[in-house]
């Protein structure tokens, strides 16, 4: 088990424990709050009447999923906390449960008195949050020791170092000492650094990048300017997104693949991680909940249009059902991609060709779903796989992402979220039928990626549905 699996455990087991706790003193408070004549002879009876002791289960099981919710535990959200941020976390959290519980169970308590009914909601949300904010001050505290001391860190590699980025390596690494992020060795990429060793550090080599991370066990990855410029840079950013590692960059790179440059620093030495979008981890964990409750509920309802539409596609032209194609998304992994097949079967014998307007390949009723979006119904099931989202930038194809790469080394970027069935690119450009236009569409992506949020999706979302009842598909 690595250490940041080990903390998140931690972290969890800690907010259990103390959730338990709390409650448990809370309901010792309430039996005294609770007038005489409505309450159970002795404090035993009351703590083990059956109410009490499901609440006891429930209440701390449901800190937990608001924690989890909120992104506590998320992996880019666990190894270095901010304490103002947990200490704003714990107790909206506790306020949000305090109210739940309340008027859930506390309401229906024999208390005629109003005063003893606030007393009881100001009990409760102390006894949530005042232990849990304790013991985690305390883990944090103990966790900023640790890395102060060096004991707690993230085995990190430079990655395109050479003489040209020496004096910035040797900055990085001295104020890496004090993040956590320990830098014990330079990958060679390009054959730049001569020698088995490189300012004290150990140099390594292969003819894959991805193997020679994978087998050094990279925790976290910094890559430096390469001196062949910027187009080989964004080639070694590509290869890695896969790694799903946290990935760094300096600001002068950020700032020529990002429309709005947005610096973490690493103490003095300011890296920016461009493996996470700029969202908060508890967007991100309400975004997937929402996408798999939405796409959930999708399946099941759509699923006579399912019918109707297989067989209308069918009936229409020879071939399958559904057409499946390998995509790039998340971290730039690699998906298959489902959608009600509208062009003719073998549609690409020599290549990936993108559709035009009255492409001869379409079919009768491919137009009909074309123009309406049926087509991509289909990828609710990608969205409930985890494979997509309901909003993101659409994903493309290798070939296309290589060309568009050349042209516009932002790209790279748009693999921070996952792609989505519908995207800002989609509701302002449309449908593109060549890589200028994708390059085009490209920039509304890159908007979206640097204001992503649920208030945007959902404003996504609701262009999407006017798109699509007025036929605005293609």
């Known amino acids: 088990?690595?250490?940041?699996?080990?903390?998140?455990?931690?972290?969890?087991?800690?907010?259990?424990?103390?959730?338990?706790?709390?409650?448990?003193?809370?309901?010792?408070?309430?039996?005294?709050?609770?007038?005489?004549?409505?309450?159970?002879?002795?404090?035993?009876?009351?703590?083990?009447?059956?109410?009490?002791?499901?609440?006891?289960?429930?209440?701390?099981?449901?800190?937990?999923?608001?924690?989890?919710?909120w992104g506590s535990y998320n992996r880019s959200n666990t190894l270095y906390k901010s304490r103002l941020d947990e200490t704003t976390t714990t107790f909206v959290a506790s306020f949000l449960v305090m109210l739940i519980v309340?008027?859930?169970?506390?309401?229906?308590?024999?208390?005629?008195?109003?005063?003893?009914?606030?007393?009881?909601?100001?009990?409760?949300?102390?006894?949530?949050?005042?232990?849990t904010y304790i013991v985690r001050m305390i883990i944090l505290n103990s966790n900023a020791r640790r890395v102060r001391r060096g004991d707690y860190v993230i085995d990190t590699y430079v990655v395109g170092a050479s003489d040209s980025s020496l004096a910035r390596l040797e900055k990085i690494r001295k104020s890496s000492a004090r993040s956590g992020l320990k830098i014990i060795g330079c990958i060679d990429t390009d054959n730049l650094?001569?020698?088995?060793?490189?300012?004290?550090?150990?140099?390594?080599?292969?003819?894959?990048?991805?193997?020679?991370?994978?087998?050094?066990?990279?925790?976290?990855?910094?890559?430096?300017?390469?001196?062949?410029?910027?187009?080989?840079?964004v080639d070694i950013i590509t290869e890695l997104y896969p790694l799903d590692r946290p990935l760094f960059v300096t600001p002068d790179i950020h700032s020529l693949i990002s429309v709005r440059p947005r610096v973490s620093s690493v103490v003095n030495e300011p890296v920016v991680d461009i493996t996470?979008?700029?969202?908060?981890?508890a967007a991100v964990n309400c975004k997937r909940l929402a996408d798999i409750v939405i796409s959930s509920i999708a399946l099941v309802?759509?699923?006579?249009?399912?019918?109707?539409?297989?067989?209308?596609?069918?009936?229409?032209?020879?071939?399958?059902?559904?057409?499946?194609?390998?995509?790039i998304g998340f971290h730039k992994k690699p998906f298959v991609i489902y959608k009600f097949r509208t062009m003719i079967a073998d549609a690409e014998p020599n290549g990936p060709v993108l559709a035009k307007e009255n492409d001869g390949r379409v079919t009768k009723m491919g137009h009909f779903m074309r123009k309406y979006r049926i087509d991509e119904l289909p990828q609710f099931w990608n969205v409930l796989k985890g494979d997509m989202s309901l909003v993101g930038p659409r994903p493309e194809r290798e070939f296309y992402v290589k060309q568009i790469m050349m042209r516009h080394p932002a790209y790279s970027l748009i693999h921070q979220v996952r792609p989505g069935i519908?995207?800002?690119?989609?509701?302002?450009?449309?449908?593109?039928?060549?890589?200028?236009?994708?390059?085009?569409?490209?920039?509304?992506?890159?908007?979206?990626?640097?204001?992503?949020?649920?208030?945007?999706?959902?404003?996504?979302?609701?262009?999407?549905?006017?798109t699509i009842l007025t036929g605005k598909g293609l």
């Open 422 to 466: 519908t995207s800002w690119g989609m509701v302002k450009y449309g449908y593109a039928s060549n890589v200028d236009q994708m390059v085009e569409r490209l920039e509304y992506d890159l908007l979206y990626i640097e204001n992503v949020s649920l208030a945007v999706d959902i404003k996504i979302m609701f262009y999407t549905i006017s």
């Open 1 to 69: 088990m690595t250490e940041l699996n080990r903390q998140r455990i931690v972290y969890a087991l800690a907010d259990f424990i103390t959730a338990n706790v709390g409650f448990f003193l809370f309901n010792i408070g309430r039996f005294f709050l609770i007038p005489p004549l409505s309450r159970p002879a002795t404090l035993v009876d009351f703590l083990f009447e059956r109410t009490l002791v499901i609440e006891q289960c429930i209440v701390p099981l449901l800190m937990v999923a608001f924690y989890t919710l």
């Open 193 to 233: 650094i001569y020698g088995d060793t490189f300012a004290g550090l150990p140099v390594y080599r292969g003819e894959s990048l991805q193997c020679v991370c994978r087998k050094l066990n990279a925790l976290a990855l910094i890559v430096l300017p390469s001196p062949k410029g910027l187009a080989r840079t």
């Open 102 to 131: 309340f008027f859930v169970a506390l309401v229906n308590d024999n208390i005629a008195e109003r005063v003893t009914n606030y007393e009881l909601m100001g009990l409760l949300f102390l006894s949530l949050s005042v232990p």
């Open 301 to 327: 309802i759509l699923s006579p249009v399912f019918v109707a539409v297989a067989i209308a596609v069918k009936r229409d032209s020879n071939g399958p059902v559904f057409y499946r194609q390998t995509r």
């Open 276 to 281: 996470n979008a700029n969202i908060s981890p």
